[in-house]
Each structure stands twice: as structure tokens, then as C-alpha cells.
């Protein structure tokens, strides 16, 4: 299995969300979406027009934990969710594939997605599961509670969630980056 990191840099968030935003429509959206929610890759694509279109907060059975979640939806993505679904209909998936008829992307076309933007900015260890990442990593940032963070997660502890969004990681080579013997 790949480790994958978050995406750290705010001013490469913004640069990749801009580059995404001028490539893709839907591939922005899933980028921003997911980096705004903290929702696993399996339930962001399972999402339809009708579960966000105008909605203040997602509601979801988590595939993987088959828990029930409540979550709020941030005003701006409330505006950006808003103008991208203006034109579908109810039961349009709001991440369509290009494969058949109202299908979803697939996980696999997902990573490939974030995989190819990697590239173009340099990145290494990038996948799917970096936007759940990234959201946790600027969510801990800004409001330094690890309790509540690792309530969103479903995690068992707070050392899990520090060590999944790479704090722990962020601290080693902080405090190593100047020792010498």
C-alpha cells in the first residue's frame, strides 16, 4: 500500500484548484469537495445532485464504517456546489463519469485524476485518500482540536489522527532539521 501525504502549501492548494478549475469542471469540484469535507474517496463519488444541491450540511452512511454522518457544509462550498450543479438533474451524479449512462467515476479514474495534477505540480504521494488528508492536516491547523478531528475521522485516538495527517511526521522534521552531532 502507498502512503500517501496531505497537501500542506495553502498557496499550492490554491494553484492547484485554479489549474483544476481552468482544465475540468468536475474534476475541480471533486478536488474541492473532498479537500472541503474530509470524506473518503468511496463516499464522495456516491454523491448526487439532490444530497447537496441547496443542502447546509451532508447527510451519509459512511461505506466503510457503515456509520451514520452529519456533516456541515462550508458557505463557500455551499456557492461553488451550487453553480456547478445549476444544469443537472435530480439523480444526476454529481461527479459523472464519462463511461455510460449516470455512472459515477470510478475510484480508479479519481486517482488517476489527482495522479496526472501530481505530476504537472511535482508532487509525490498523492492519491485519492490525499484530499481526506489534506482536509484533516489545514483542519488540525487552524483549529488545533485533535478531539473533534478524530471524531470527524472515526478514529480510535488522537495519536492515529495526528499520525494520519502527518503532524507527527511535520514534528520529527522539525526538530531534526537542525540537530547535529
Same mark, same amino acid.
Given at each position: 500500500?502507498?502512503?500517501?501525504? +496531505? ?30 469535507? !474530509? ?14 444541491? !441547496? ?16 456533516? +456541515? ?22 461527479? +459523472?463519469?464519462?463511461? !455510460? ?25 498523492? !492519491? ?54
Amino acid at each position: 500500500m502507498n502512503y500517501v501525504q +496531505p497537501i500542506r502549501d495553502k498557496e499550492l492548494l490554491e494553484a492547484i484548484k485554479k489549474h483544476l478549475k481552468e482544465k475540468n469542471e468536475r474534476n475541480y469540484m471533486l478536488f474541492n469537495f473532498g479537500i472541503n469535507t !474530509g470524506l473518503r474517496i468511496s463516499d464522495l463519488l456516491n454523491f448526487k445532485k439532490e444530497d447537496v444541491f !441547496g443542502k447546509q450540511q451532508l447527510v451519509l452512511v459512511e461505506r466503510k464504517t457503515k456509520k451514520r454522518k452529519f456533516l +456541515p457544509i462550508s458557505k463557500r462550498l455551499q456557492v461553488e456546489l451550487k453553480r456547478y450543479c445549476k444544469d443537472m438533474e435530480n439523480g444526476d451524479y454529481l461527479f +459523472p463519469s464519462r463511461q !455510460g449512462v449516470n455512472q459515477p467515476v470510478c475510484r480508479q479514474r479519481a486517482y488517476q485524476m489527482l495522479r496526472e495534477t501530481a505530476e504537472e505540480f511535482g508532487l509525490e504521494h498523492i !492519491g485519492t485518500h490525499t484530499l481526506r488528508k489534506t482536509f484533516g492536516y489545514h483542519f488540525y491547523k487552524k483549529k488545533k482540536d485533535v478531539a473533534i478531528l478524530q471524531e470527524i475521522f472515526n478514529h480510535s485516538s488522537p495519536d492515529i489522527t495526528l499520525r494520519y495527517i502527518g503532524i507527527n511526521q511535520d514534528s520529527i522534521n522539525e526538530a531534526l532539521s537542525d540537530f547535529n552531532l
